[in-house]
């Protein structure tokens, strides 16, 4: 029973829960949601007829708001570039203003009348081509577009030409059919723009780098100074005001400053003529790797080593920097066409690289007055020093021995250097020890960055103290076993030679705003002392009998006292008979004013170890610098060593002073009045081999004697013998 009525319980639960929820949505729940449903759509339908209201009454006012919008709101007026300047005011590098010719498709087609005059006005005067402008114009999908470039980059005269073409002036003479063809051109407007220009083309092209079209420097001095150079892009706004009149608001452009290089052209263009002719006598040597070109690399620096500003940097990957993706210089053309996209970037990366900052090496024995200087001033050894060249030493048992390039005997510390001796070398670096020899190169700044402000500078690579035993030490005191760049070769050796002040190398020296103020000036730092100038001074001397009476004889320049390092250093692996040969001058070495410093990277020629062709560089070089850089020579000099330093000769026949009788214009003799004693002068007279030449017809003729009563015949010189006379171009 319990069962049951348990049963008939939980029956009449669930039906009484059926019932409830079946209830749950009654009519009245209906009604009021209909009513909310009517009322939402009464309100679309009042909010239609609003908009359609405020369409009918005011549409053209928010639709030429918007069209404000639209032209005015995104109109960008473009900064100009800064330029770069050498250090005369030369100008290298610059930003020209140009205008992009810009289409208003939607313009153009709201009149028929306007697509013909249109279209011929933009073949006539820029020269495009109809079909692809009448395509522009038509096109789905730019036939209602306000902004469409068919012309990149026109000049302003290319611009003023448009605008005389539409002229409508009423001082010009047109018909009236001529006026209603040119004022239906419409839709044509121009965009200002600026593109970049290198006036001087391949000068000084990897110092200067060059910049792309969105002003990104790219490398160079365009890459490291990409802040100071760019400026900000000025706006242009427009809107409607309460009167519906287009009102401007103008945010003019912040300009660019202007970068003022250390860079003297004139001896840019020197270095890089001479780096020209070594490539076009050698380009057809013996060696394989490098034919068609006279090294694998050769690069030149020119440095004031009293500031360490550099006046010239080149190498021989010359290039044009108003086309710098044409590689058609150093390839032919069927080697560019099978070239992939990654060879072309390789090959373009190789062409703008510079080797001067950027190729760490082993700089072979131009590093040597570096060492003997810093062996001195570490009181390792003393100018007494002295050693015997075997023509090789054996630093360790185990190793094989060094060799030198001659057997010299006995040797002071000059002739070490005089005779690039690396027994002796290796002998001053053993005396200095792995401690202070690795001291002396960090106080040099070798295995660090320069600072020099061009980018992609290369460390080099040391030993270090850890890592440098006997071996390392003593080939290293000879500049191999270790790399460096030639910006910091130069650099240590310019500290060597100037008093021993160690002076960052840079590139730039002032920067100037776009009214050419000054915005701050570079000035030479001074970042140490490595030695004494007493050991400075010393060197100095030591280099000179380098090139006076050393391994740089075939360097020396008449009438100048040079010093001067050469450099030989065998590229790993060794015996591959791969050579760098380089040389390193300062002038006059007494003060010096100009230090040049000469790479070729695996010279094409037979002999890689054949140092003169760096000499030569660097000689050719300096014989045309010296004299444009106000450096005279002090000794004696012939004619010919005049003439080869580009000296003026003066070519002028001597002249002496000689008395002469004075003649009237018709050729009389003339007397003085109150002595009747011919009239004599001073007149300068030519002397030539042949004796001398009168200025004047009569000059040599002596006058007949007077007669009894005083008086000499007026006429003598009529009867004068053609022997008697000279006779001048005119006579």
Same mark, same amino acid.
């Given at each position: 029973?319990?069962?049951?009525?348990?049963?008939?319980?939980? @029956?009449? $639960?669930?039906?009484?829960?059926?019932?409830?929820?079946?209830?749950?949505?009654?009519?009245?729940?209906?009604?009021?949601?209909?009513?909310?449903?009517?009322?939402?759509?009464?309100?679309?339908?009042?909010?239609?007829?609003?908009?359609?209201?405020?369409?009918?009454?005011?549409?053209?006012?928010?639709?030429?708001?918007?069209?404000?919008?639209?032209?005015?709101?995104?109109?960008?007026?473009?900064?100009?570039?800064?330029?770069?300047?050498?250090?005369?005011?030369?100008?290298?590098?610059?930003?020209?203003?140009?205008?992009?010719?810009?289409?208003?498709?939607?313009?153009?087609?709201?009149?028929?009348?306007?697509?013909?005059?249109?279209?011929?006005?933009?073949?006539?005067?820029?020269?495009?081509?109809?079909?692809?402008?009448?395509?522009?114009?038509?096109?789905?999908?730019?036939?209602?577009?306000?902004?469409? #470039?068919?012309?990149?980059?026109?000049?302003?005269?290319?611009?003023?030409?448009?605008?005389?073409?539409?002229?409508?002036?009423?001082?010009?003479?047109?018909?009236?059919?001529?006026?209603? $063809?040119?004022?239906?051109?419409?839709?044509?407007?121009?965009?200002?723009?600026?593109?970049?220009?290198?006036?001087?083309?391949?000068?000084?092209?990897?110092?200067?780098? *060059?910049?792309?079209?969105?002003?990104?420097?790219?490398?160079?001095?365009?890459?490291?100074?990409?802040?100071?150079?760019?400026?900000? =892009?000025?706006?242009?706004?427009?809107?409607?005001?309460?009167?519906?009149?287009?009102?401007?608001?103008?945010?003019?452009?912040?300009?660019?400053?202007?970068?003022?290089?250390?860079?003297?052209?004139?001896?840019?263009?020197?270095?890089?003529?001479?780096?020209?002719?070594?490539?076009?006598?050698?380009?057809?040597?013996?060696?394989?790797?490098?034919?068609?070109?006279?090294?694998?690399?050769?690069?030149? #620096?020119?440095?004031?080593?009293?500031?360490?500003?550099?006046?010239?940097?080149?190498?021989?990957?010359?290039?044009?920097?108003?086309?710098?993706?044409?590689?058609?210089?150093?390839?032919?053309?069927?080697?560019?066409?099978?070239?992939?996209?990654?060879?072309?970037?390789?090959?373009?990366?190789?062409?703008?690289?510079? *080797?001067?900052?950027?190729?760490?090496?082993?700089?072979?024995?131009?590093?040597?007055?570096?060492?003997?200087?810093?062996?001195?001033?570490?009181?390792?050894?003393?100018?007494?020093?002295?050693?015997?060249?075997?023509?090789?030493?054996?630093?360790?048992?185990?190793?094989?021995?060094?060799?030198?390039?001659?057997?010299?005997?006995?040797?002071?510390?000059?002739?070490?250097?005089?005779?690039?001796?690396?027994?002796?070398?290796?002998?001053?670096?053993?005396?200095?020890?792995?401690?202070?020899?690795?001291?002396?190169?960090?106080? *040099?700044?070798?295995?660090?960055?320069?600072?020099?402000?061009?980018?992609?500078?290369?460390?080099?690579?040391?030993?270090?103290?850890?890592?440098?035993?006997?071996?390392?030490?003593?080939?290293?005191? *000879?500049?191999?076993?270790?790399?460096?760049?030639?910006?910091?070769?130069?650099? %240590?050796?310019?500290?060597?030679?100037?008093?021993?002040?160690?002076?960052?190398?840079?590139?730039?020296?002032?920067?100037?705003?776009? =009214?050419?103020?000054?915005?701050?000036?570079?000035?030479?730092?001074?970042?140490?002392?490595?030695?004494?100038?007493?050991?400075?001074?010393?060197?100095?001397?030591?280099?000179?009998?380098?090139?006076?009476?050393?391994? %740089?004889?075939?360097?020396?320049?008449?009438?100048?006292?040079?010093?001067? @390092?050469?450099?030989?250093?065998?590229?790993?692996?060794?015996?591959?008979?791969?050579?760098?040969?380089?040389?390193?001058?300062?002038?006059?070495?007494?003060?010096?004013?100009?230090?040049?410093?000469?790479?070729? =990277?695996?010279?094409?020629?037979?002999?890689?170890?054949?140092?003169?062709?760096?000499?030569?560089?660097?000689?050719?070089?300096?014989?045309?610098?010296?004299?444009?850089?106000?450096?005279?020579?002090?000794?004696?000099?012939?004619?010919?060593?005049?003439?080869?330093?580009?000296?003026?000769?003066?070519?002028?026949?001597?002249?002496?002073?000689?008395?002469?009788?004075?003649?009237?214009?018709?050729?009389?003799?003339?007397?003085?009045?109150?002595?009747?004693?011919?009239?004599?002068?001073?007149?300068?007279?030519?002397?030539?081999?042949?004796?001398?030449?009168?200025?004047?017809?009569?000059?040599?003729?002596?006058?007949?004697?007077?007669?009894?009563?005083?008086?000499?015949?007026?006429?003598?010189?009529?009867?004068?013998?053609?022997?008697?006379?000279?006779?001048?171009?005119?006579?």
């Amino acid at each position: 029973m319990r069962f049951r009525k348990l049963q008939n319980t939980v @029956k009449g $639960e669930q039906m009484a829960a059926r019932k409830k929820r079946e209830q749950k949505f009654t009519r009245e729940m209906q009604i009021k949601l209909m009513a909310i449903f009517a009322f939402i759509l009464l309100l679309l339908v009042i909010l239609n007829f609003l908009i359609a209201y405020i369409n009918a009454k005011s549409g053209d006012q928010y639709a030429k708001v918007v069209l404000s919008q639209q032209t005015y709101d995104s109109k960008t007026i473009p900064y100009r570039r800064g330029e770069i300047l050498d250090r005369n005011g030369n100008v290298l590098a610059k930003s020209d203003k140009v205008y992009n010719v810009v289409l208003d498709c939607k313009v153009i087609n709201s009149s028929e009348d306007y697509i013909e005059p249109t279209i011929r006005a933009l073949t006539q005067v820029f020269g495009l081509e109809e079909a692809d402008v009448r395509n522009r114009i038509s096109s789905e999908e730019t036939k209602d577009s306000q902004y469409q #470039i068919v012309k990149y980059g026109i000049t302003l005269e290319e611009k003023q030409a448009y605008e005389d073409y539409t002229d409508l002036s009423e001082d010009r003479s047109l018909t009236q059919a001529q006026r209603e $063809e040119l004022e239906n051109v419409q839709g044509i407007w121009f965009e200002e723009d600026y593109v970049r220009s290198y006036p001087m083309d391949s000068v000084a092209c990897t110092v200067l780098g *060059f910049s792309n079209s969105l002003n990104d420097g790219i490398f160079g001095l365009e890459a490291y100074y990409d802040d100071v150079l760019n400026g900000v =892009d000025g706006r242009e706004y427009g809107y409607l005001n309460s009167d519906r009149e287009l009102q401007e608001n103008i945010i003019d452009p912040q300009n660019g400053n202007n970068v003022v290089s250390t860079i003297d052209v004139n001896i840019q263009q020197v270095v890089e003529k001479y780096i020209a002719q070594l490539e076009e006598e050698n380009k057809n040597g013996p060696q394989e790797s490098t034919q068609g070109h006279a090294s694998k690399n050769t690069a030149v #620096i020119v440095a004031d080593p009293n500031t360490g500003e550099i006046l010239a940097m080149a190498t021989d990957k010359s290039f044009d920097l108003n086309d710098p993706q044409d590689l058609s210089s150093w390839y032919t053309e069927k080697e560019l066409a099978a070239m992939t996209d990654e060879e072309k970037s390789e090959a373009l990366n190789e062409m703008w690289y510079n *080797f001067c900052v950027s190729e760490a090496f082993e700089v072979g024995s131009t590093y040597k007055p570096i060492v003997v200087a810093s062996a001195l001033d570490s009181g390792s050894i003393t100018t007494s020093f002295g050693v015997t060249c075997n023509g090789y030493l054996q630093p360790v048992a185990e190793e094989d021995a060094i060799g030198c390039t001659g057997i010299h005997g006995e040797e002071s510390l000059g002739d070490v250097l005089k005779n690039s001796c690396n027994p002796g070398m290796m002998t001053i670096g053993m005396d200095m020890g792995v401690e202070t020899f690795c001291e002396y190169q960090d106080i *040099f700044g070798f295995g660090k960055r320069t600072g020099i402000d061009l980018p992609n500078e290369n460390s080099g690579s040391l030993h270090g103290v850890n890592k440098m035993g006997i071996m390392e030490l003593c080939t290293s005191s *000879f500049g191999q076993g270790f790399t460096a760049t030639m910006v910091q070769e130069l650099a %240590a050796f310019c500290a060597v030679v100037n008093g021993g002040y160690y002076y960052k190398p840079h590139v730039v020296k002032q920067i100037l705003d776009e =009214d050419n103020s000054v915005v701050s000036n570079i000035e030479p730092l001074l970042l140490s002392q490595p030695i004494s100038t007493k050991t400075s001074y010393q060197l100095r001397e030591y280099l000179e009998l380098v090139v006076s009476e050393g391994t %740089a004889t075939d360097a020396q320049i008449a009438g100048y006292d040079i010093g001067g @390092k050469t450099g030989t250093a065998e590229k790993l692996p060794r015996g591959n008979g791969k050579y760098v040969i380089s040389y390193i001058a300062a002038a006059p070495i007494d003060d010096p004013q100009v230090v040049v410093y000469a790479v070729i =990277d695996e010279p094409n020629i037979e002999n890689q170890e054949d140092g003169s062709y760096t000499k030569n560089l660097v000689k050719n070089i300096m014989q045309e610098i010296l004299p444009y850089m106000g450096i005279y020579p002090t000794g004696e000099l012939t004619e010919e060593e005049e003439q080869s330093l580009g000296m003026q000769v003066d070519t002028q026949p001597q002249t002496e002073m000689e008395v002469q009788y004075v003649y009237d214009e018709w050729g009389n003799l003339m007397y003085d009045e109150t002595t009747w004693e011919p009239l004599t002068e001073l007149v300068p007279v030519e002397v030539t081999e042949s004796g001398y030449e009168a200025d004047n017809v009569y000059g040599n003729v002596t006058p007949p004697e007077q007669s009894d009563d005083g008086t000499v015949d007026e006429n003598w010189a009529d009867g004068a013998s053609q022997e008697e006379l000279i006779y001048d171009d005119a006579g």
